[in-house]
T-cell receptor, first 118, second 116 residues
Framework: DTGVSQDPRHKITKRGQNVTFRCDPISEHNRLYWYRQTLGQGPEFLTYFQNEAQLEKSRLLSDRFSAERPKGSFSTLEIQRTEQGDSAMYLC????????????????FGPGTRLTVL | AQKITQTQPGMFVQEKEAVTLDCTYDTSDPSYGLFWYKQPSSGEMIFLIYQGSYDQQNATEGRYSLNFQKARKSANLVISASQLGDSAMYFCAMREGDQAGTALIFGKGTTLSVSS
């Protein structure tokens, strides 16, 4: 059972460019989450999918951010017109409805994508 | 007010010693879950241990145990017999309510350094 994977691991871009990140959850996990982590802070929630439906969005998810999970498997997070303040680690997590983690709904995280906006 | 407070920015411990990482939480929801994650320098958040608000006993997972004091709203992580590989950032997190799919709220973390 492979873990959550994210691509790319690192991304350097210039201010104003668009970037897209991909997350592949643990197979058969139907819940997928995106978080953002800035230096010296804990992760902050961005958005949540159950299957292909985006059920919750944080106020941190400005209109420059969009996330999709078209077939209920992998997800993409796009940032348009990047700003220097978008520089952060973007973490993806997944959890399982049913199975041994049902009672805890434990979220398992990927390695993250570190974004640097110059 | 912060929902999760980790008051120790850094902790230092020698190999084979035990260490306690502090976490206090704030919620008015009677049902909640508490999690500890480890984040090495590589960046990946690794799940360590979970405690539910209705659990009668403290959670244990190998060398990790959770000292859950509900009345004090604290959920301290105890690592026994520290190893060099335990050096990392440790985050306490909470899920409020009993609905699956709820976002985790994280503290600011504690950096643990284990020396030989």
């Amino acid at each position: 059972d492979t873990g959550v994977s994210q691509d790319p691991r690192h991304k350097i871009t210039k201010r104003g460019q668009n970037v897209t990140f991909r997350c592949d959850p643990i197979s058969e996990h139907n819940r997928l989450y995106w978080y953002r982590q800035t230096l010296g802070q804990g992760p902050e929630f961005l958005t949540y999918f159950q299957n292909e439906a985006q059920l919750e969005k944080s106020r941190l998810l400005s209109d420059r951010f969009s996330a999709e999970r078209p077939k209920g498997s992998f997800s993409t997070l796009e940032i348009q017109r990047t700003e220097q303040g978008d520089s952060a680690m973007y973490l993806c997590a997944s959890s399982d409805q049913g199975g041994t983690s049902e009672s805890t709904d434990t979220q398992y995280f990927g390695p993250g994508t570190r974004l640097t906006v110059l | 007010a912060q929902k999760i407070t980790q008051t120790q920015p850094g902790m230092f411990v020698q190999e084979k010693e035990a260490v306690t990482l502090d976490c206090t939480y704030d919620t008015s929801d009677p049902s909640y879950g508490l999690f500890w994650y480890k984040q090495p320098s590589s960046g990946e958040m690794i799940f360590l241990i979970y405690q539910g608000s209705y659990d009668q006993q403290n959670a244990t997972e190998g060398r990790y145990s959770l000292n859950f004091q509900k009345a004090r709203k604290s959920a301290n992580l105890v690592i026994s017999a520290s190893q060099l590989g335990d050096s990392a950032m440790y985050f306490c997190a909470m899920r409020e309510g009993d609905q699956a799919g709820t976002a985790l709220i994280f503290g600011k973390g504690t950096t643990l350094s284990v020396s030989s």
